[in-house]
T-cell receptor
Framework: AQSVSQHNHHVILSEAASLELGCNYSYGGTVNLFWYVQYPGQHLQLLLKYFSGDPLVKGIKGFEAEFIKSKFSFNLRKPSVQWSDTAEYFC???????????FGSGTRLSIRP | GAVVSQHPSRVICKSGTSVKIECRSLDFQATTMFWYRQFPKQSLMLMATSNEGSKATYEQGVEKDKFLINHASLTLSTLTVTSAHPEDSSFYIC?????????????FGPGTRLTVL
């Protein structure tokens, strides 16, 4: 069965700190991987996605993620966070044969000004 | 970019009543739409896949008679919560992939907050 794990439930950082949010997935076939962000009171927005090719993908707002197939991981990183990055971050997996997107439990990121 | 709307954005109803939530793709056609449920401070849980012109596909544990889904056209899917109870109170979100199911263009609606008294 398809599943996604985000181990960090709540991360608190100071501005300019570096960020890494963990995401591990379980699926036996070809996967597409996503990170979504949900700012307070707003829709889900796509940060970045991995389909194939270069395992290091760059997204909007300075975020990047690295797909490590051997570890079934797709961790999200940002070298220097800003207060405006305060939001909920969701990792998601699309399994090609399952034809659906499954979300992780989410990580709440709080940035201290 | 593509937009998905939901109506209503917020609804309060009495226990035992039915509530219909609409999901529309505003500038593209969607043969498939997805319905999610999000509890406070939790993730999105996929409830069902809505298929235009055919029956919806429900995830394990989701009661199809409780959550009726109708995908009557290429731009509209509806979720009806029948005989709603307080435990059905939640945030319901739909999404639609653009370009015939290509997942790299999954657009999410703003969500509908349902409160059952």
């Amino acid at each position: 069965a398809q599943s996604v794990s985000q181990h960090n439930h709540h991360v608190i950082l100071s501005e300019a700190a570096s960020l890494e949010l963990g995401c591990n997935y379980s699926y036996g076939g070809t996967v597409n991987l996503f990170w979504y962000v949900q700012y307070p009171g707003q829709h889900l927005q796509l940060l970045l996605k991995y389909f194939s090719g270069d395992p290091l993908v760059k997204g909007i707002k300075g975020f990047e993620a690295e797909f490590i197939k051997s570890k079934f991981s797709f961790n999200l990183r940002k070298p220097s966070v800003q207060w405006s990055d305060t939001a909920e971050y969701f990792c998601a997996v699309y399994g090609s044969s399952a034809s659906k997107i499954i979300f992780g439990s989410g990580t709440r990121l709080s940035i201290r000004p | 970019g593509a937009v998905v709307s939901q109506h209503p954005s917020r609804v309060i109803c009495k226990s035992g009543t039915s509530v219909k939530i609409e999901c529309r793709s505003l500038d593209f056609q969607a043969t498939t739409m997805f319905w999610y449920r999000q509890f406070p401070k939790q993730s999105l849980m996929l409830m069902a896949t809505s298929n235009e012109g055919s029956k919806a596909t429900y995830e394990q544990g989701v009661e199809k008679d409780k959550f009726l889904i109708n995908h009557a056209s290429l731009t509209l899917s509806t979720l009806t919560v029948t005989s709603a109870h307080p435990e059905d109170s939640s945030f319901y979100i739909c999404s639609a992939p653009n370009r015939g199911g290509n997942t790299d263009t999954q657009y999410f609606g703003p969500g509908t907050r349902l409160t059952v008294l």
